[in-house]
């Protein structure tokens, strides 16, 4: 088993979030819904794509996380939900964290051979 | 064809990236080799799993251009290369910055609806 430090359920969802953004209409979905809600037909308009491969697109965003919906009648609406996208963030910032770390120690190191050789 | 701000190649590039990412063996090898550079079986070592299996990841890390490789005789060194992780930071930076805007705007609609009533 490969050793990791979050909980399988908790990798198995940034799984699912990275392969929803793996997308570009689907980035588009989300990039849309974050400056508000909206239906089905708003999200699929600016796209030249048969309707039902455009729901499997929302159907993969929905089970990421990354989006909600509502059904009101016969209008789906839906909503972007900003929390798998901060734990795609605290990934980020976590290998940001070791990578600038890294740097840091490589500096100190080139600091002290200076010294050592003055 | 989508409308979108980035031009296609950008677009193909982040692709990849995300794709690279969805997957919890290529996380943890990014992970690993944000600590430094490592060979293929010192990244092999900590995953019960065949080689040409472990390789095909490395091979797709590759390709989204998150690890380079280097060949010095029989051992393959990979490091990790910054850009792409960057990347994926600026296009969450631009959803946190459309969502953060939204929500002041949510904010001072209120604080109008507020102010109407008293």
Redesign the interface.
């Known amino acids: ?4 430090a979050g909980g399988g359920a908790r ?1 198995a969802a ?3 979030v ?2 929803a ?5 689907r ?2 979905v ?2 849309r819904l ?3 809600p909206a239906t089905t037909s708003d999200l699929a308009r ?3 794509m048969a309707l039902p491969s455009f729901l499997q697109h929302l159907g993969v965003l929905e089970r990421s996380g990354l989006v909600t919906s509502e059904k009101k009648g016969r209008v789906r609406t839906y909503r ?1 939900a ?1 929390e798998p ?1 901060e734990r ?2 605290s ?2 910032d ?3 964290a ?2 600038t770390r ?1 740097l840091d120690q490589l500096d100190s190191l080139l600091y002290d051979l200076k010294e050592q050789q003055t």
């Open positions: 088993m490969p050793k990791h990798e940034l799984d699912g990275f392969h953004l793996s997308d570009p209409t980035r588009r989300v990039e974050g400056r508000g600016p796209f030249d972007l900003p996208l795609v963030d990934w980020l976590a290998q940001r070791m990578w890294r």
